[in-house]
């Protein structure tokens, strides 16, 4: 087919014979006007072969006639115009004026140029940036003594804190602790320890002015003196009596608990309740001055309330300031009253105690009007409420507005206690109004 075309056209030259032009041309200044002229010429060469020849429908170029068919492709030509003005424009420094072809040297020498400054420009900001880091990190912690030395006492405040409270969880129950008076005792022990300067260090490294000003003054590990009473306990469990570290089962009663050795001195035999002429005193079971007693199957602190009670009402009716709570147990002891301060509702340790020291006593109906009437004209009334295997006591000694009964709670640090008269003649074992 190919040897057939040729033979039917001898005269005729091929039209695409030497469609190939030196490569090296398209690196010339005029290279574009050779390029179109080629391209037209050769558009012009199809035709006239298109218009002479019928097109076979079988023809198939050589190989060597594929190689030389070359199609521009105008958009391509465009583009490649662009890439070569720009370069034109930002090779014109370097090109040499006589050389008007880029030979392959000219290139070889030119690629390394511009990869060598895209190398070095990144390269020489780097560098610059280490050394300002640098400079700068220098600078700041020459500027910055005082944040490493808060950041120093702050982690050695911290490590005090953090070895105190490993070794508070670290304990075992001493042997006759309750559970819950040692989980109380280790809670206080906790909240013992003072976080107020860990706290200002801390604020001041995050940047709090005011913690920043206070912390300037700091140079040391805090002192803890509220963690040592706890310390010394729990190094020695046996320096507080178990009767005593049990009343902390009501968590009200830490501080008694801890302050047991400021008291070991004192002698309740010598306790007073000071002017009970013109009110009832409001005393307590936890009072130093007897609360470390052993009473009933424990502390008085912990069990001492019938005889605070009628230490309370008796002495103001007597007017007899020696008529303390530790006298008044010693008697119940002695009577039988202290591990069953109410055996019924008539024999208790309320009117066995009215019959030994001589005070007067009125024993009321479980009425909450009747109880209001003797409130009412003056008379100080003792209430028993509860169960009988686990009774209450209160010392009333008024009313309020609203006509609640107004009492002294002798387990309870705040006074007064309100009383609903409704609610509690519901839980009411019996009352007395004494004078």
Not at 157 to 175: F, M, R, W
Request: hydrophobic content about 35%.
């Amino acid at each position: 087919m190919k040897n057939t075309n040729k033979d039917m056209n001898p005269n005729k030259t091929n039209p695409y014979e030497n469609s190939i032009s030196d490569p090296n041309d398209l690196f010339a200044p005029d290279w574009k006007e050779k390029s179109l002229s080629r391209t037209r010429r050769r558009q012009e060469r199809m035709k006239r072969h298109d218009e002479e020849y019928e097109p076979f429908t079988d023809f198939e170029p050589t190989k060597k006639e594929q190689k030389e068919i070359v199609q521009v492709d105008p958009a391509f030509l465009a583009k490649t115009e662009k890439q070569v003005e720009n370069t034109a424009v930002n090779d014109a420094p370097i090109r040499e004026p006589e050389s008007k072809v880029a030979t392959p040297e000219t290139k070889a020498v030119a690629a390394p140029r511009k990869h060598k400054r895209s190398i070095l420009v990144p390269a020489i900001l780097l560098s610059a940036a280490l050394i300002g880091s640098s400079l700068g990190a220098s600078w700041y912690l020459g500027r910055n003594d005082t944040g490493n030395a808060l950041a120093t006492l702050y982690e050695q405040e911290q490590n005090q804190y953090n070895d105190y409270a490993s070794a508070v969880h670290a304990l075992t129950k001493p042997e006759g602790w309750s559970d819950q008076a040692f989980e109380n005792i280790k809670f206080a022990a906790l909240q013992a320890y003072d976080q107020s300067q860990l706290n200002t260090l801390s604020l001041a490294l995050e940047g709090n002015i005011d913690a920043s000003a206070q912390a300037e003054s700091l140079t040391s590990v805090s002192t803890q003196d509220g963690i040592e009473a706890y310390k010394n306990l729990f190094a020695n469990p046996a320096s507080i009596p178990v009767n005593v570290i049990n009343v902390a089962q009501n968590k009200d009663m830490i501080d008694f608990v801890m302050n047991y050795g400021k008291s070991t001195n004192i002698d309740p035999n010598q306790a007073t309740l000071g002017d009970v002429t013109q009110q009832m005193p409001d005393l307590k079971t936890f009072d130093p001055s007897w609360g470390y007693v052993d009473y009933g199957v424990g502390c008085f602190a912990q069990n001492g309330a019938a005889p605070t009670v009628i230490s309370q009402v008796f002495s103001y009716c007597l007017d007899d300031p020696t008529l303390t709570p530790y006298r008044v147990a010693q008697w119940a002891n002695e009577a039988g009253y202290a591990l069953n301060p109410v055996v019924s509702e008539d024999d208790n340790i309320v009117y066995a105690a009215a019959m030994n020291f001589g005070v007067n006593l009125n024993p009321l109906l479980n009425y909450s009007t009747l109880i209001t009437d003797q409130i009412y004209y003056g008379y100080p009334v003792i209430l028993i409420t509860g169960t009988i295997e686990a009774p209450y006591f209160y010392a009333v000694y008024g009313l309020d507005e609203a006509g609640n009964w107004l009492a002294f709670d002798p387990l309870s640090a705040s006074s007064p206690t309100v009383l609903n008269p409704d609610e509690t003649e519901q839980t009411l074992i019996k009352a007395y109004a004494l004078w």
